[in-house]
């Protein structure tokens, strides 16, 4: 008698292929105003460490290469909401990332990562992190920085825009995300 074991073989792979999908970015970051400086705010998952990025947007660079100019702190963090001044001194204990360059998209294409040393007006940048979990990203430019008021953030309405809503009702949210 011959036993039917192809049943219990097929029954995990569903299991694993669910278990091994990458969990959806979540609304964790934001962007603040502080003394007229923007602000990442990043709120932590279960005090994983975290890191802080801001890049500019639509830098090509020359052909062959395209040109990367970021800026990333990251560390342990010292609560459960994590504030940085982008392009500033990042908290205690964390660090700036060394820029290094990788292969592009394409082949033969190689992406030069520059250290972001500053803002420009005109140009659009992107502030993301995570902690736990991928945050999606806020993009912004400097005049975006005059409609955020004391209390609130800039904060991600979906994955392609964003709204400025008060620092407690990002964080309210934030926090059921995690």
């Known amino acids: 008698m011959r036993r039917r074991r192809r049943q219990w073989i097929l029954l995990p792979l569903p299991l694993l292929l669910l278990t091994a999908c990458?969990?959806?970015?979540?609304?964790?970051?934001?962007l603040a105003v502080q003394d007229g400086r923007p602000v990442g705010v990043l709120v932590t998952c279960d005090g994983y460490d975290a890191d802080?990025?801001?890049?500019?947007?639509?830098h090509q660079g020359?052909?062959?290469?395209?040109s990367l100019y970021r800026w990333r702190v990251d560390g342990p963090p010292a609560s459960?909401?994590?504030?940085?001044?982008l392009l500033g001194q990042p908290p205690e204990g964390w660090e700036v990332d060394e820029p290094v360059d990788f292969p592009g998209p394409e082949p033969g294409v190689e992406v030069d990562?520059?250290?972001l040393t500053e803002l420009r007006p005109g140009?659009?940048?992107t502030v993301t992190g995570s902690s736990r979990r991928h945050a999606?990203?806020?993009?912004?430019?400097?005049?975006?920085?005059?409609?955020?008021?004391?209390?609130?953030?800039?904060?991600?309405r979906g994955h392609d825009s964003t709204t400025v809503v008060s620092r407690e009702t990002f964080l309210r949210k934030a926090r059921d995300k995690c």
């Open 22 to 30: 990458t969990p959806p970015d979540e609304p964790i970051v934001a």
């Open 123 to 125: 140009v659009s940048y």
């Open 136 to 156: 999606i990203p806020v993009d912004f430019t400097l005049a975006d920085l005059q409609r955020i008021g004391p209390d609130q953030v800039l904060a991600p």
């Open 62 to 66: 020359e052909p062959g290469k395209r």
């Open 113 to 115: 990562v520059e250290l």
């Open 52 to 58: 802080i990025r801001v890049y500019e947007n639509g």
């Open 80 to 85: 459960e909401v994590v504030e940085v001044t």
